[in-house]
Structures are given as C-alpha cells and as structure tokens.
C-alpha cells in the first residue's frame, strides 16, 4: 500500500494543494503534541505514587520533544508554525474541555485511547504523504512503550473495584464519540486535508468509499483496544 | 579547585558515609527535577502566548530528561531511586507550596532564580565530589539557554507595568528566604550530606567558616540574577 501510493504521490513543493494539507496536517499533529503534554503533565498530579507520575511526566515529555522537528518543517515550506496551528485550536481544546478526566484511571483510558487513536490515524494517512512528510509523521507515533504500562494500571484498577470497569467503559465511549465529532469539524474546516484524504482530483486519496472503510477500522481498532484495557467497547 | 580536591576525593565504592551523601545528593537532585518539570508545566498554563507555552513545556522536559541517569546511578548502588528521594520530599514540596506563583511573571522570575541557585549549588559542591558523581551533577546543571527568554519577559513587563517591579522585587526576596528555610531543614536531617559540605573526617569538604562563605556568595549572585532581571534585590 505504501509502495504503490509513493510511486504517484506529489510532493509538497509541487502542488500547492497538497502543501496546503500537509501544512494542517504537520500543524494538527504538532497542537495535538503540545495538549497531549499539557494533559499527561495534569494527569500527572492525579498519579497515586511519586513512579506513576515520573512516568506520565515522562510521557508528557515525549510528546513536546516531537514538536520542534514539525515545526522545523513548517518553517522550511515558509509557514510561522503558530499561524498554521491555529485553525486547530479550537477543535483539540474543545476536546480536551469535553473530556477532562475526574480521575487517575480516566486519564489512563484517555491517554491510551488517544494516543491509539491517533496513531491508527496516521497509519492510514501515511500512505497518500510524499516520503518525507511520511517519514515524519510515522516518527510523531507513539513509540509505544507506556501501552503496557497503561494496561496493566487500568486492568489491576478493575480487578479491586468491578464498578470502576463499568465507568471507564462508558469513558471511552465518551473519549471515541467527542474525538469523532471534533474530527468531523476539522474535516469541514479544512478542505485540502479532507481533499488528501477523500481522494480529490490528481491526489491519491481515498474515495468516499474507501473513507467509511477507513472509520470502519479506525472504530474496529477502537473496540479492541477497549478490550485489551478489559472494558467492554 | 576542582583538581586540587580530586586528588584527595573519596569514590562512592570506598566510603560509607561518602556514599550516603552521594546518594542524598543525587537523590535530592532528581526529586528537584521532577518538581521542577511540574512547576514549568504548571507555569505553562499561565503562558500569554502559545509559543510561550511551548517554551515552558520544553524547560520542563529538559528537567525530566535528567531525571533517569541519576536514578540509574542510584540504582548502580543497589539503592530504590523512590526511597532515596522520599526525606526530601517534604522540604521540596514545602518550598514549591509556599512559593506558589500567582502570575505568569511570578512563574518565570521562580524559574530563573531557583534554577540560579540550583546552579550555583552544584557548582559548589561538584569540588568535593568524585569524578564520576561531580559529571553527572554537573550535568544536571541548566544548558542556560532559556535565562535570555526570562530576562527578556520580565523586562519587557516591567517596562509595561513599573508596579510589577515592586511585586517582583518582593516576590525575589520570599523565594530566596523560603529556600534558605528548606535548605536549613535538609542539611538538620542529613548528617551525610552536610558532613560533605562542612568537611566531615576524611572528606575534603568545607569547614564552617568556608560554608559560611559559601552561603554570602550564593547569596551574592541571587542578587547578581535580581538585577539582571531589572529588580532590586
């Protein structure tokens, strides 16, 4: 898949279109990074031991480190990288405003839902990106090491109190729900990331076809996530 | 100086007690650095700007960063990195309690001056130290490329608003007074790691009238940054 798409995709020097989504969408994920900081620095201070926060303070800082290397690339295609996050602001706070955590194991479930989230995101972006934009984005991944860490929180969690798996399962219900609505809105925003997506004219996008499959896997690797955390999806 | 105490300067291996002050000393840094990432990120929120925003989120990074070579040294000693920090908890939760900044310029001015003096700090006592231990403490030290970021804020603020030099100047005066307080509580509970400074049997240290010294000149380059900032020390 990747292989194939590299052969005809553009580059951003090329086509101003393409540049234009590439922008919002180096843009999008460098916001992301900064309130994913912001969050995991917050939930830091609901950890229960002095080890649990010294691993979210980690994590958070994880995230800020990939920030500069985005922005780097924004400023090389001649954009102020605050002027182009801009428009993602709104968005991505309002989702963070929706889905505050009440408690330590809430914040677990959001940071794994999340970061899972986005990662299957650029996962299926990664194949309509020129190589070095692709290249950057796939490095914005999460390397992947806290999952297990979250799991094994959040299982021990459910396993001294039953209820406690009953409200995280509606949690992430809420975190999936809120995350499509504000992606959803970004999508009518910004019509060059939509059109890189959705396949517009000499972009090999997705048709909108192959965009409903894309949601399909994208909720389908929600789920079993969810169950990987022992909630029910 | 720093040769001249090297000759004569014990190893971690060889002596007890200078080990438990290595220990104390590494462990004290360490919990300093993870509360510093938590005021920085704290700060964060304060931020007039985005970029500003950033710019703290980054400061608080660089301090977790540091955080895991000294716990691996600790761990090198066959000693819990969490046990280690545990006696300077207190003091060092205490000083961020009662020093709680109430404003954006509150935040930078804590930041500048308590990583002034944190500085200053190892700078003193990586003379006493082993070679291996003074590396890793000076390498705890600031890389000092945000100073020119707080200097230029606070300035620039007090050109704005030349009441806020009054507050500042005040606000100066309290930080140091509470982390002379907490200093004080350390070293009454630390026999060790005061011995190392005073100049215990066998440890090149300072005697009393040196740490005397020690203390007026610490006290002279707060003032020293005070002015720097623009503010009567």
Redesign the interface.
């Known amino acids: 898949m990747v292989e194939s798409a590299d052969a005809t995709a553009p580059t951003a020097d090329a086509d101003p279109d393409y540049r234009a989504a590439v922008v919002d969408l180096l843009a999008v994920i460098a916001y992301g990074e900064?309130t994913a900081?912001?969050r995991l620095?917050?939930d830091?201070?609901l950890a229960p031991?002095?080890?649990d926060?010294?691993d979210l303070?980690?994590m958070?800082?994880i995230e800020?480190?990939k920030?500069?290397r985005l922005h780097e690339r924004l400023r090389a295609f001649g954009v102020d990288p605050?002027e182009a996050?801009a428009p993602f602001?709104a968005p991505i706070d309002e989702f963070h405003g929706h889905t505050a955590p009440a408690d330590w194991y809430e914040g677990l479930v959001k940071a794994y839902v999340g970061d899972g989230l986005a990662n299957d995101f650029y996962r299926e972006i990664a194949a309509y990106l020129d190589a070095d934009t692709r290249e950057l984005v796939v490095a914005s991944m999460e390397a992947g090491t806290h999952s297990a860490f979250v799991v094994e929180r959040v299982r021990a969690g459910i396993a001294e109190d039953h209820r406690l798996g009953g409200r995280l399962a509606l949690w992430g219900r809420r975190l999936m729900g809120e995350a499509l609505t504000q992606a959803q809105r970004v999508a009518a925003d910004r019509d060059e990331l939509s059109a890189l997506l959705a396949g517009g004219v000499d972009r090999p996008g997705l048709d909108l076809a192959a965009l409903g499959r894309m949601f399909t896997r994208l909720t389908e690797r929600h789920m079993e996530r969810m169950t990987e955390l022992g909630l029910e999806a």
């Open positions: 900064i900081f912001e620095a917050e830091a201070k031991s002095l080890a926060k010294l303070a980690q958070a800082s800020i480190a920030v500069e605050f996050m602001r």
